[in-house]
């Protein structure tokens, strides 16, 4: 999943453009929660991280009110489980996978 956004100002203080292209390979809360494999806490990260694919482990654990290590198990558990791939390190970004019904 990647988002592209733009956004410019114009001298008048007002935006222009705005968000462009969108989610592609869009992954919906329902398909999230079809996922047999995954535990209700996972598919609650897996959402989070399916709204913000840049979403760090700090925001994942003030979300769900949990600590950043319990955050990182949660993703070490999606990722060998196939559902999570980070693309581009540390600065990059997460794509979920389901598979597909």
Do not use: C
């Not at 769900?64 to 060998?80: D, F, M, R, W, Y």
């Amino acid at each position: 999943m990647t988002f592209v956004a733009k956004e410019t100002t114009v001298e008048d203080g007002g935006a222009k453009g705005g968000q462009i292209g969108g989610v592609t390979g869009g992954v919906t809360d329902a398909a999230i929660d079809a996922a047999t494999t995954l535990t209700k806490r996972q598919k609650e990260v897996v959402k989070l991280i399916a709204a913000n694919p840049s979403i760090t482990y700090n925001e994942v654990a003030d979300a769900l009110g949990i600590n950043e290590s319990a955050v990182g198990k949660h993703i070490t558990a999606i990722k060998n489980k196939g559902v999570l791939v980070r693309q581009g390190g540390t600065q990059g970004y997460w794509e979920v996978k389901l598979p597909k019904h």
